[in-house]
Nanobody, 116 residues
Framework: QVQLVESGGGSVQAGGSLRLSCAAS????????MGWFRQAPGKEREFVAS????????YYADSVKGRFTISRVNAKNTVYLQMNSLKPEDTAVYYC?????????WGRGTQVTVSS
């Protein structure tokens, strides 16, 4: 069993920043690749970013590239999503998940709202 708990969401003005955290617990969590996904109202869930077990390889959706940064601290079993230059279209529920390719484990999500 793997448990994932997101935090750090909230409301911010356009151009602002937020840092999301995903605390993981369970078997061999620190060695898992991790992903962030989001789902906006009326839209399907989409990939945001992912990071491998060591933190040396990262991938980003084109829509967030250059603005968002994914990182992890394995000693804390935590993955982060630093979100800068936020836009209203970033408004969504953000989820962390593991492992690829099927992402069998998901957190409950954290709401991010960006106002203009």
């Amino acid at each position: 069993q793997v448990q994932l708990v997101e935090s750090g969401g909230g409301s911010v003005q356009a151009g602002g920043s937020l840092r999301l955290s995903c605390a993981a617990s369970g078997r061999t969590v620190s060695s898992y690749a991790m992903g962030w996904f989001r789902q906006a109202p009326g839209k399907e869930r989409e990939f945001v970013a992912s990071i491998n077990w060591s933190g040396t390889n990262t991938y980003y959706a084109d829509s967030v590239k250059g603005r968002f940064t994914i990182s992890r601290v394995n000693a804390k079993n935590t993955v982060y999503l630093q979100m800068n230059s936020l836009k209203p279209e970033d408004t969504a529920v953000y989820y962390c998940a593991t492992p690829p390719p099927n992402y069998d484990y998901w957190g409950r999500g954290t709401q991010v709202t960006v106002s203009s």
